[in-house]
């Protein structure tokens, strides 16, 4: 169905299409009737078995209005957000970009989101049905981008089975300084305070940009080990890469994602593995729209996978299309679990 329908969708602006698709997965949502589920495929992470490894990235429901239908299409997970202490509009449209050539997409959206108060009592009325991660980060405006993560820490910790500290868009100014080491310490020193305070058991997670410094890969990671962090999402979006790109929408200024990060990715990811083992787990992103790309993460270091761009390209079907297709990659390999394909490149 998506096939024939894919031509009219992307004559809409992106961001409008992205609406219909929320409205649609809200008020006309049938779940996926075929989902292949294979002991291969499980697995075990956050302290729960899930059907496959497969996630919807944070940034397609940003407001956190979808996810139950998301598990409905097949996903493993569902991270919602970014979510900021305060309703916030984001940058001037337009800014979402196709780079239709390229599979890829530029957006500078910059954390538009109903606020923590709004999103938190919309979670309360409508209990995930899967492994939940809520992605939290400041407002522009803020005067202590510190303290706003602490408020959303607050809000959340007893609403998901993780919580992503985004310190990797490209679209909030200054944002990436956190990735530098003092600033990171500080950051994670104060959630870990935070969340001894609230005798809270929240898991942390951390989503780094793919655009580091190789310099930080080992100082991040030792900070990683430090606080105990449970997850590394590697990665989000580049404001690099622009030179081999086709589509003229390359010019535009915003984050880069789709099929032209996956190697950028896919190399950060095995880099990060070497240093963290399975100590910290790796959640990988960047150009997953088939079984082949997944696999190719998961041999690299990543435990679970996360995909946004490739949905808008593959259609809503494309959870249940890569579980399919790891299933058919690990029984030619002669893997029984996907958990012993983890690192296994060298």
């Given at each position: 169905m998506f096939s024939?329908?894919?031509?009219?969708?992307?004559?809409?602006?992106?961001?409008?299409?992205?609406?219909?698709?929320?409205?649609?997965?809200k008020f006309n949502y049938k779940p996926i009737d075929n989902i292949k589920k294979d002991s291969s495929i499980e697995t075990s992470v956050f302290g729960k078995t899930i059907i496959n490894p497969i996630g919807i990235a944070?940034?397609?429901?940003?407001?956190?209005?979808?996810?139950?239908?998301?598990?409905?299409?097949?996903?493993?997970?569902?991270?919602?957000?970014?979510?900021?202490?305060?309703?916030?509009?984001?940058?001037?449209?337009?800014?979402?970009?196709?780079?239709?050539?390229?599979?890829?997409?530029?957006?500078?959206?910059?954390?538009?989101?109903?606020?923590?108060?709004?999103?938190?009592?919309r979670i309360r009325l409508n209990n995930p049905k899967g492994l939940f991660g809520i992605n939290i980060g400041p407002n522009k405006d803020t005067k202590n981008r510190l303290e706003d993560y602490l408020i959303c820490l607050r809000k959340f910790n007893e609403l998901s089975d993780y919580l992503t500290i985004n310190i990797s868009s490209p679209n909030t100014e200054n944002l990436r300084s956190f990735h530098n080491q003092n600033e990171l310490d500080e950051l994670l020193n104060a959630i870990q305070e935070e969340k001894q305070t609230l005798k809270s058991k929240i898991l942390i997670g951390i989503k780094i940009s793919p655009d580091i410094e190789e310099s930080n890969i080992e100082k991040i990671s030792e900070l990683l080990l430090k606080y105990n962090i449970f997850a590394v999402i590697i990665s989000n979006t580049t404001d690099r890469n622009?030179?081999?790109?086709?589509?003229?929408?390359?010019?535009?200024?915003?984050?880069?994602?789709?099929?032209?990060?996956?190697?950028?990715?896919?190399?950060?990811?095995?880099?990060?593995?070497?240093?963290?083992?399975?100590?910290?787990?790796?959640?990988?992103?960047?150009?997953?729209?088939?079984?082949?790309?997944?696999?190719?993460?998961?041999?690299?270091?990543?435990?679970?996978?996360?995909?946004?761009?490739?949905?808008?390209?593959?259609?809503?079907?494309?959870?249940?299309?890569?579980?399919?297709?790891?299933?058919?990659?690990?029984?030619?390999?002669?893997?029984?679990?996907?958990?012993?394909?983890i690192g296994t490149k060298n």
């Open positions: 024939k329908i894919r031509s009219l969708l992307f004559k809409l602006d992106p961001e409008l299409a992205h609406t219909l698709a929320i409205k649609a997965l944070a940034g397609f429901d940003k407001d956190a209005e979808v996810y139950n239908s998301l598990f409905g299409l097949g996903f493993g997970f569902v991270e919602v957000g970014t979510i900021t202490p305060l309703k916030q509009y984001g940058n001037p449209k337009p800014r979402i970009f196709r780079l239709e050539e390229d599979e890829a997409l530029i957006n500078r959206l910059g954390f538009n989101n109903s606020g923590a108060d709004i999103v938190s009592s622009r030179e081999n790109l086709k589509n003229i929408n390359k010019l535009e200024k915003g984050g880069l994602s789709g099929k032209p990060l996956e190697k950028k990715s896919n190399i950060l990811i095995n880099k990060f593995y070497k240093i963290l083992k399975q100590k910290v787990k790796i959640i990988g992103v960047g150009g997953v729209d088939s079984g082949k790309s997944a696999y190719e993460k998961i041999i690299n270091g990543a435990s679970l996978i996360q995909l946004y761009t490739g949905m808008i390209y593959k259609g809503p079907n494309v959870a249940s299309i890569i579980s399919n297709e790891l299933i058919d990659i690990l029984k030619k390999e002669g893997i029984k679990n996907i958990s012993e394909a």
